[in-house]
């Protein structure tokens, strides 16, 4: 079946520091990979997607790039601030079916 | 705020009961999905529902069952309740029931069994 492994975390980094959160996968055809993000307390939220090779998803900084040859869909920005700190989930769809697979998730804290 | 509403935010509940979590998508989305978040386990797939129909099913356990209304909101239904299935259950919808919609996640509803 699909999965996806992210790296472990948490992740803490300083205030202004490059993020790059690792996100691999295994799916038959062509899935969409996207990443959430939940901060404390609340529901995830989508952070960006991609919907085929070689897209790139990119929001509040944060960017991602579908890439299938090395069926990997990193996470990074180039200067991550304190309310960045949250948990990052990857995920995927698969193109015929409506059962999505996330990631164990990546906690990230940034310090002033 | 996401447009996906659940109730209720907290439910605390004795072992061998049975609850029932209730979410509304967003305005216009025919498709809910339901999760089961625990510290062990993640963030686990546990069925989605489209337009009144079963689409697809992950780790749900037969003691739970769901279903979506006409109206498209759905509930969860958890029965004889065990100590282990205290976790975060969120609902999300999204516009259509495939694949390249994003989801829209709801506050989820806590659940502790004691």
């Known amino acids: 079946g699909d999965s996806v492994t992210q790296m472990e975390g948490p992740v803490t980094l300083s205030e202004e520091a490059f993020l790059t959160i690792n996100c691999t996968y295994t799916a038959t055809g062509y899935p969409s990979l996207f990443w959430y993000v939940q901060y404390p307390g609340e529901g995830l939220q989508l952070l960006l997607k991609a919907t085929k090779a070689d897209d790139k998803g990119s929001n509040k900084g944060f960017e991602a790039t579908y890439r299938k040859e090395t069926t990997s869909f990193h996470l990074e920005k180039g200067s991550v601030q304190v309310s960045d700190s949250a948990v990052y989930f990857c995920?995927?769809?698969?193109?015929?079916?409506?059962?999505?697979?996330f990631g164990d998730g990546t906690t990230l804290t940034v310090k002033p | 705020d996401s447009g996906v509403t659940q109730t209720p935010k907290h439910l605390i509940t004795a072992t061998g009961q049975r609850v029932t979590l209730r979410c509304s998508p967003r305005s216009g989305d025919l498709s809910v999905y339901w999760y089961q978040q625990s510290l062990d386990q993640g963030l686990q797939f546990l069925i989605q529902?489209?337009?009144?129909?079963?689409?697809a099913k992950g780790n749900i356990l037969e003691r739970f069952s769901a279903q979506q209304f006409p109206d498209l909101h759905s509930e969860l239904n958890l029965s004889s309740l065990e100590l282990g299935d205290s976790a975060l259950y969120f609902c999300a919808s999204s516009v259509d029931g495939h694949l390249n919609y994003e989801q829209y996640f709801g506050p989820g509803t806590r659940l502790t069994v004691t």
């Open positions: 529902y489209y337009n009144g129909e079963e689409r």
């Open positions: 995920a995927l769809t698969p193109s015929n079916a409506g059962k999505s697979t």
